[in-house]
């Protein structure tokens, strides 16, 4: 499956943006899906994941609350809205997809990556 990561962008601190992953190439509502995010100089960190029917999510502690993810199995795209957005979060998000139980937070239980997409949060 090919996927497509958009939204991100600039933003201060307290404010939205809402991201996106479009998939293509294979059934999209038969993998779960997720989003990490890596900062300069850290390594890449889980955020959040849904499962294929969207009936299980799973948050990072740092996001819980403030991020949201879902998914439109109609339109083969999950979302991460991310809401009062501190400098932290500054980071490259990339959306990536599994095919295996439940809801995995290790990028090495993932088999497909999207490209990253930027977001920068202004203090």
């Known amino acids: 499956v090919q996927l497509q990561a958009s939204g991100g962008g600039l933003v201060q601190a307290g404010g939205s943006l809402r991201l996106s992953c479009a998939a293509s190439?294979?059934?999209?509502?038969?993998?779960?899906m997720g989003w990490f995010r890596q900062a300069p100089g850290k390594e890449r960190e889980f955020v959040a994941a849904i499962s294929w029917s969207g009936g299980s999510t799973y948050y990072a502690a740092s996001v819980k609350g403030r991020f949201t993810i879902s998914r439109d199995n109609a339109k083969d795209t999950m979302y991460l809205q991310m809401n009062s957005l501190k400098p932290e979060d500054t980071a490259v998000y990339y959306c990536?997809?599994?095919?295996?139980?439940?809801?995995?937070?290790?990028?090495?239980?993932?088999?497909?990556w999207g490209q990253g997409t930027q977001v920068t949060v202004l203090q």
């Open positions: 190439g294979r059934t999209f509502g038969s993998y779960g």
């Open positions: 990536a997809a599994y095919k295996s139980p439940g809801v995995p937070i290790r990028s090495y239980e993932y088999d497909y």
